[in-house]
């Protein structure tokens, strides 16, 4: 199962490599996003106090839910979602290849939404580049684990595009809140480890419930 | 029917019953909204509960019924939840001196209805097969909620603790179970009637099917 779900993601990351369609309008639009938070939030050459916390999720967020449409979407134009699906795999594997290309994805955006939002709102990001990775990490995971349920889900239904937002973020509000409060205890000038614990915590446990949630619904749902 | 009537007699009664419980002592007057806040709430709860709990069965069994009634379910969570969600700001205004405060159970309640509107316009946009896309997200639902409690919960609570209930003078603990009792009442009559509604429209829809394979 996992060299099955290994093949998957090889595929997707070989499509996207050649191609970059993901990856890059993930990422500019992401960028854009920060850059109208800029734009709003910025007085004066002042940020606002524990903006940054709040405007790395919300890009994150965003950036996210536009990978997750397109991603679904590329299977289903050559409809081979359904070829993946008819493949003697089990269907766990398959939505594990799939949630690790989006992890991927979102972890490269991340990796220039970091050092972006650091440099604009003079945030002390990476002073504690471990626990900033940690939460990003299992963060993303939580996030992605939802979003790939519901985006495989959705490839049939009508008007999936607006239907994957109003879905996905009721779901991760608990994702949004720990990652971003988790997120401004590592900005504090002294560092509140019990604080970013907890948060962590929460967001591990968060990531073991969906995943197993979402392997299970997973079969079920995705039947016909 | 007969259910029915009871229920608007009960509703109709509530308020001399609300009238007849005793001032609370700081809050005076406004507090009294709390005998229909609180039972809604409850309702709401409960609705939630009944979706998520139909919609794993729909999803473990592939029956039709289970599916029925967790649609009936989210509908049911959506009205009471507006009853709650209009009814706790004109107490909170009053009692906590602001209409919205980000409390733990202020945020679960608001993102719990958000997921019943979600599920609701799912049924109604996603077209063939959303019933099980829809009990799917019900289950997300239903798991999600412990998760939104605790992240809430750790900033600060400032709805009482449910501990209170109990201890209440019967002045006031009496209208607070009469109304639970009508409410209770109002979200098993609206259930059902919706539940047959939907029944009465599956038997339509393979009366026309079987009357077109006649030709």
């Given at each position: 199962m996992i060299r099955l779900a290994w093949l998957i993601l090889r595929k997707d990351l070989t499509v996207e490599v050649r191609s970059g369609e993901i990856a890059y309008t993930t990422l500019f639009f992401a960028v854009t996003c920060v850059l109208v938070f800029a734009f709003a939030l910025v007085r004066e050459g002042k940020p606002p106090d524990d903006g940054a916390a709040g405007i790395l999720w919300i890009a994150i967020a965003f950036a996210g839910n536009l990978a997750l449409g397109r991603a679904f979407e590329r299977e289903r134009q050559a409809e081979t979602l359904r070829a993946l699906l008819l493949a003697p795999a089990p269907r766990p594997a398959v939505y594990l290849g799939k949630l690790l290309g989006i992890v991927v994805l979102l972890a490269a955006t991340e990796a220039v939404l970091v050092p972006l939002i650091a440099l604009l709102f003079q945030a002390r990001l990476l002073a504690h580049p471990f626990w900033m990775a940690a939460i990003l990490a299992s963060g993303t995971l939580g996030f992605a684990a939802v979003g790939t349920l519901f985006a495989a889900m959705l490839v049939?239904?009508?008007?999936r595009d607006v239907l994957l937002p109003v879905l996905l973020y009721p779901i991760t509000v608990p994702v949004i809140i720990a990652g971003v409060r988790g997120t401004a205890a590592l900005l504090q000038p002294e560092f509140e480890g019990d604080i970013v614990r907890f948060w962590f915590a929460l967001l591990i446990a968060f990531d073991a419930v969906f995943v197993t949630l979402s392997l299970w619904t997973f079969e079920s749902v995705m039947t016909d | 029917m007969r259910a029915a009537t009871v229920c608007a007699l009960m509703f109709a009664l509530s308020p001399l019953v609300i009238a007849s419980a005793d001032y609370e002592s700081t809050m005076g007057l406004v507090q009294k909204i709390f005998y229909y806040h609180m039972p809604s709430a409850w309702m709401f709860l409960v609705s939630g509960l009944v979706c998520g709990v139909a919609s794993v069965r729909f999803l473990i069994t592939g029956d039709a019924r289970h599916d029925r009634t967790a649609w009936a379910a989210a509908e049911m969570a959506v009205i009471f939840g507006l009853v709650t969600i209009v009814t706790g700001p004109l107490w909170a205004r009053k009692a906590w001196g602001t209409f919205w405060i980000w409390d733990a159970r202020t945020t679960s309640s608001l993102v719990q209805w958000m997921v019943a509107w979600a599920y609701l316009i799912l049924r109604k946009y996603g077209g063939p097969g959303s019933e099980k896309l829809a009990a799917g997200l019900a289950l997300f639902g239903t798991a999600n909620v412990a998760f939104i409690y605790v992240s809430v919960n750790y900033w600060r609570t400032i709805h009482p603790p449910t501990s209170v209930v109990p201890k209440l003078p019967f002045t006031m603990g009496f209208p607070l179970w009469y109304c639970v009792a009508a409410f209770t009442l109002l979200f098993i009559v609206l259930l059902k009637l919706r539940v047959r509604l939907e029944e009465q429209r599956a038997t339509l829809d393979s009366l026309y099917l079987s009357m077109d394979e006649q030709g």
């Open positions: 049939r239904a009508r008007s | -």
